[in-house]
T-cell receptor, first 111, second 115 residues
Framework: GQQLNQSPQSMFIQEGEDVSMNCTSS?????WLWYKQDPGEGPVLLIA?????ELTSNGRLTAQFGITRKDSFLNISASIPSDVGIYFC???????????FGAGTRLTVKP | DTEVTQTPKHLVMGMTNKKSLKCEQH?????MYWYKQKAKKPPELMFV???????INESVPSRFSPECPNSSLLNLHLHALQPEDSALYLC??????????????FGPGTRLTVL
């Protein structure tokens, strides 16, 4: 089945720094999603990408759907302490039940 | 309203107990999902309901029994669970199970502990 490789596994950064994380796959996806999960809570959808090459922003977050449809990245600019959490990428084929998650990137922001 | 609600928030049960987890959404979504999530791992799909019918069962043990009473509600009935079933159980919904613009929205989860 499709496997998503998400990196890095964890990041420790200083407040104010920019962050970049990405997901790659050997298979093509029709949709890329980025979620953030706080401890003990459910994943919250940050950005949804539907077209190859699409670049979408949500406040300080920017994500891109790779041209090959096999990868996506998420950038966070000027990080703040509340950005702390686990970020998951997810890829969707036509059927939503085919949604695959990356292993997650754990972000720690030092004040 | 993009909210999926789940109750209870926390649940502690013994291996002989019977309990139920509840999920509700009022977004008009016709697909609903149950996921199990262990610590530091991504969610794992358990069940998919499409138009109130079970469409996917990812080889989940029969001690987990899903139910979809109507298009807004999803239950997960638990019976004779094992300690290794302790996890965060997440409910999600999406417009449908196929097609574009079909992202899943998750509830806050139920933290289940089996003693």
């Amino acid at each position: 089945g499709q496997q998503l490789n998400q990196s890095p596994q964890s990041m420790f950064i200083q407040e104010g720094e920019d962050v970049s994380m990405n997901c790659t796959s050997s298979s093509i996806f029709n949709t890329w999603l980025w979620y953030k999960q706080d401890p003990g809570e459910g994943p919250v959808l940050l950005i949804a990408l539907y077209k190859a090459g699409e670049l979408t922003s949500n406040g300080r977050l920017t994500a891109q759907f790779g041209i090959t449809r096999k990868d996506s990245f998420l950038n966070i600019s000027a990080s703040i302490p509340s950005d702390v959490g686990i970020y998951f990428c997810a890829g969707l084929v036509v059927s939503a039940n085919d949604m695959r998650f990356g292993a997650g990137t754990r972000l720690t922001v030092k004040p | 309203d993009t909210e999926v609600t789940q109750t209870p928030k926390h649940l502690v049960m013994g291996m002989t107990n019977k309990k139920s987890l509840k999920c509700e959404q009022h977004m008009g979504h016709r697909a609903m999902y149950w996921y199990k999530q262990k610590a530091k791992k991504p969610p794992e799909l358990m069940f998919v309901y499409s138009y109130e019918k079970l469409s996917i069962n990812e080889s989940v043990p029969s001690r987990f029994s899903p139910e979809c009473p109507n298009s807004s509600l999803l239950n997960l009935h638990l019976h004779a669970l094992q300690p290794e079933d302790s996890a965060l159980y997440l409910c999600a919904s999406s417009r449908r199970t196929s097609g574009v613009n079909n992202e899943q929205f998750f509830g806050p989860g139920t933290r289940l502990t089996v003693l």
